[in-house]
């Protein structure tokens, strides 16, 4: 389970780090929810700041909650972020040893880049773990060549703070790695992909059914952020292109599985659990261009899953 418990995880793999490069590590996180004393006590020069108040999408089913919350304390975490280089990643996104130098690095030597995303690995070995990782992050697993790209994932990623504080209005509320990226290639800036600054994803058992719906709740948010800058046909178009996702993503893993040289063992153990989660977003998905939001209520900090804190963000100064 996520929580206080994963965040000391990560914290205690890269504080290290931090004493070696001039950075300061910001952890948005819920006032009320979790007890956070004793990692301040083994933590004190982390800067946790707490969301005093976060307007939720209203919890109804589908309606992407708990990404939304995350999402929010994203914003909580950039908002508050000083320094010219801004690094994040989530609890379940532990970091290698040298991630702090790899990013420095990377910044100093791609001086036209923007953006600089890195490699995801996976770190547990079961069927529904490398399931979930192909389904998001396969396309950052290693080998890859690196250069320039149009995305990068949000569990390893990081920015010139200048440009990311020119679409600061796009962020601001809500952080989206989608908009977010479309409006800083549209401002004329550009996004790299290193395969030297890795994270391991290290997520903790889960039941096949929290998954699914997990996977549901993501597709949909994906749709709702995608149709908003859309007009009605076109989301409507998107909206019977679900029909083939399933099909598509499977693919997309296997080709990914592939290029990774996986066993035939490997693939075969993942691959039934693959095409459930790729159907489960694709659902997703489809009642994301169904559905705009519109109710937005306040929600009590006790209302809000135990897993709340997710995103870990870093302050470097090269």
Known sequence: MSGPEALRRILSSIYEQTQRVSAEIIVPYIEGLHDISHLLNSFPKVNFIPALEIETIATTPGSGHRHDLYDRLRSVGLSNSQGPIVAMTEDHAVPDADWCEQILRSHRELIGY????????????????????????????????????????????????????????????????????????????????????????????????????????????????????TSQIIRLSFALGTLFLPFLLTLRVLRNMIRQNRSIVQ????????????????????????????????????????????????RFNP
């Not at 937005?296 to 209302?303: P, Q, Y």
């Open 114 to 229: 923007s953006v600089i995303g890195g490699a995801v690995e996976n770190a547990v070995d079961r069927p529904l773990n490398w399931a979930w990782y192909y389904c998001d992050f396969g396309r950052y697993g290693r080998p890859f060549i690196p250069g320039k790209r149009d995305f990068v994932s949000d569990v390893n990623v990081s920015y010139k703070r200048d440009a990311l504080f020119a679409v600061k209005d796009i962020w601001e509320r809500t952080y989206h790695e989608t908009t977010t990226h479309w409006a800083l290639l549209r401002h004329g800036h550009k996004i790299y992909l290193d395969d030297r600054i890795v994270t391991f994803q290290d997520r903790p058992i889960m039941p096949i059914n929290e998954a699914l719906f997990e996977r549901v709740e993501w597709g949909q948010v994906f749709a709702e952020t995608r149709a908003a800058e």
């Open 267 to 314: 693939m075969a153990k993942a691959m039934p659990v693959v095409a459930s989660l790729t159907i489960g977003w694709a659902i997703g998905e489809l009642c994301g261009y169904l559905h705009r939001r519109e109710s937005v209520s306040r929600t009590a900090a006790k209302e809000i899953p135990e897993h709340s804190i997710t995103i870990v963000l870093y």
